[in-house]
C-alpha cells in the first residue's frame, strides 16, 4: 500500500484546433504547484494529436484514441514523448482532468477507459466543461461517470481528494469550492519538456501565455465568464511566473522573449497598465501583449497605450465583435450602457497611430442578416486595411489582424438562454448537438456548428467567415 496517493493530471486533446501547442492549458499547471507547496507531488499528461498526414476534422462522432500521442511530464522534470498508450494509467490513483467543453468527448472516452481498465483510480473532472454543463456531467452514464465533478475551483478540492479528507462514492460527488481571493497561490508549474513545443509569437518574439486574474467584469451576452466576479492573482505571484517564463525562454536559448496576458482585465486603466508593464520591464521582456476594450482606448487614448508601448507593447487584442449596432445591442457589452460601432473604428485608428497593432476579434451572429454581415466586413476590410506607424521586432510593417468566427451559445451564457426560449427569432439550437462541436477558432479558420435554425442559411454565414479571415496578413 502506497503511503500517498500517486496523481496524474491530464490535459485532453484539442483536436478542433490547427496546432495543439498555441497555448497551455494553465489549469493543471496552478494545481500542480499548490499541491507541491502542501507536499504532494504530481505527474501531467498532455494528449495530443500529432498531425503529419494533414488535419483531420473533429467534426465526427467516433475518437480513436489511438490517434494521439501523450506527452509526460514527471514531477522530477524527466518526460517521455511518445505514441498514447493506455497503461500510463495504471500506477495512479488519481487522475483528473482539466476540460474545455470541445475536449469533452475525449475526456468522457478516456474516463471510460480507466473505470474499465483501471478500476482502482479515482477519477476527476474540472475546467470550464464541468462548470457549465454540471448536470449532464454528473448524469453521464455509469461506464463513463467521474467519481468527483469540480465546477468550480480546483485547489482545495483536489487537495482534499489527494489527502483522503473526501472519499469516492457509488455515484459522483460535486465538490464546490470557490477561494474569495487568489492572493496567497503560488504560479503555476512551467515544465521544460513542455514550453519547447508552444509555437507562438507577439511582434516577431516567441511568447509563452499567463494570466492576472479570473472571472470578467463585463456581461457579454455570449460569454459565460461574465457573470463571474474578478478575482486577481497576486503582484508577487504574477511577477514570480514571469521570472519563471523569463528563465525558461532563455534556457530555451530564445535571444528575445515576449509574453502574453492572456485574460479579461489585461489593459483596463492606466493605472493597471503601468504596473504591468512595470513588471514586463523588471524581467527584461522585448514585447508584450494583452487585451483591452475599444471605449477604454477612446477615452484614455495615450494614457492607456504610451506605457504599454514604452515597455514593449507590439499588439492589443479587442473584442470587437460586429460592425452591426443592431448586433452590438444585443451583445450588452458594457453592461448595459450603450456602445457605439464608431467607437471601433477610432479605437482601431488611436492603436495605429500610436504604434500598436490591434488585434480584433469578430462573429457572426445566427440571428443576423445581410445588412449586418455587410456592416460587419466594412468594419473588417477597415481593420485589415487601415496603417500601423511602426514595425515589429523583426523591422517588418505590423499590420492588424483579424478573427471571424460564428458564435457558440455555451450554456452558462445569456444567449443560450435567450435562444432556448425563443427569444431570438428564426435561431434554435439542436439539443443534440456534440459538445465536441460547440468551439469558436479550430482548421481554417472554421467553427463549430450547434444549430439547427438560423436567419440565413448556414453556407452564408461559413462563406462570410472564410472571406473575412482570409484578409488576415502572412504574419502578425
Not at 472519499?167 to 465538490?175: A, C, M
Amino acid at each position: 500500500m502506497r503511503e500517498k496517493n500517486s496523481i496524474l493530471f491530464v490535459k485532453p486533446p484539442d483536436r478542433y484546433l490547427e496546432n495543439e501547442f498555441v497555448y497551455p492549458q494553465l489549469g493543471p499547471h496552478y494545481l500542480q504547484s499548490f499541491l507541491e507547496e502542501n507536499d504532494i507531488e504530481t505527474d501531467l499528461l498532455i494528449l495530443y494529436e500529432k498531425r503529419d498526414d494533414g488535419f483531420a476534422s473533429y467534426d465526427r462522432k467516433d475518437l480513436d484514441l489511438n490517434e494521439l500521442n501523450m506527452l509526460l511530464l514527471k514531477h522530477g522534470g524527466t518526460s517521455l514523448d511518445t505514441k498514447f498508450d493506455h497503461a500510463v494509467f495504471k500506477d495512479y490513483d488519481i487522475v483528473g482532468f482539466s476540460v474545455m467543453t470541445p475536449q469533452a468527448p475525449d475526456a468522457y472516452t478516456l474516463n471510460q477507459l480507466i473505470r474499465k481498465t483501471y478500476p482502482h483510480i479515482t477519477t476527476v473532472i474540472g475546467g470550464s466543461h464541468p462548470r457549465y454543463y454540471q448536470n449532464q456531467v454528473v448524469n453521464l452514464p455509469s461506464d463513463k461517470w467521474f467519481d468527483f465533478v469540480v465546477p468550480q475551483d480546483g485547489w482545495v478540492p483536489m487537495l482534499e481528494i489527494a489527502t483522503g479528507k473526501v472519499v469516492r462514492k457509488s455515484t459522483p460527488v460535486v465538490l464546490t469550492s470557490s477561494l474569495p481571493k487568489l492572493t496567497s497561490l503560488p504560479p503555476p508549474t512551467r515544465p521544460y519538456a513542455l514550453m519547447e513545443k508552444y509555437n507562438f509569437e507577439i511582434g516577431g518574439v516567441p511568447a509563452f501565455h499567463t494570466i492576472t486574474a479570473l472571472g470578467c467584469p463585463f456581461t457579454c451576452h455570449f460569454c459565460e465568464s461574465g457573470i463571474e466576479k474578478v478575482r486577481t492573482f497576486s503582484e508577487r505571484m504574477i511577477e514570480e511566473d514571469l521570472e519563471k517564463i523569463a528563465a525558461t525562454q532563455k534556457s530555451l536559448g530564445q535571444d528575445k522573449k515576449a509574453v502574453m496576458f492572456f485574460d479579461d482585465v489585461g489593459l483596463m486603466s492606466p493605472k493597471q497598465v503601468k504596473r504591468l508593464s512595470d513588471v514586463v520591464n523588471k524581467y527584461e521582456f522585448d514585447s508584450w501583449r494583452a487585451f483591452t476594450h475599444a471605449y477604454l482606448l477612446v477615452r484614455h487614448k495615450e494614457l492607456l497605450l504610451q506605457p504599454f508601448k514604452d515597455s514593449g507593447g507590439k499588439r492589443v487584442g479587442i473584442g470587437l465583435e460586429t460592425g452591426s449596432q443592431r448586433s452590438l445591442d444585443l451583445i450588452n457589452k458594457r453592461n448595459g450602457k450603450k456602445q457605439s460601432v464608431a467607437e471601433h473604428y477610432e479605437a482601431v485608428s488611436i492603436a495605429n497611430s500610436m504604434g500598436v497593432a490591434v488585434d480584433a476579434f469578430t462573429m457572426i451572429y445566427p440571428w443576423e442578416d445581410e445588412n449586418d454581415i455587410e456592416d460587419t466586413n466594412k468594419l473588417v476590410e477597415f481593420i485589415v486595411s487601415n496603417k500601423v506607424d511602426g514595425v515589429d521586432e523583426k523591422q517588418r510593417p505590423m499590420y492588424n489582424h483579424v478573427d471571424s468566427t460564428i458564435m457558440s451559445p455555451f450554456q452558462g451564457t445569456k444567449f443560450f438562454d435567450m435562444i432556448s426560449i425563443g427569444a431570438l427569432p428564426n435561431v434554435k439550437i439542436d439539443p443534440a448537438a456534440d459538445p465536441g462541436n460547440l468551439y469558436y477558432k479550430g482548421a481554417d479558420g472554421g467553427s463549430g456548428w450547434p444549430y439547427i435554425q438560423t436567419r440565413l442559411p448556414r453556407a452564408e454565414y461559413e462563406i462570410t467567415q472564410a472571406y473575412r479571415n482570409s484578409l488576415r496578413p502572412s504574419y502578425r
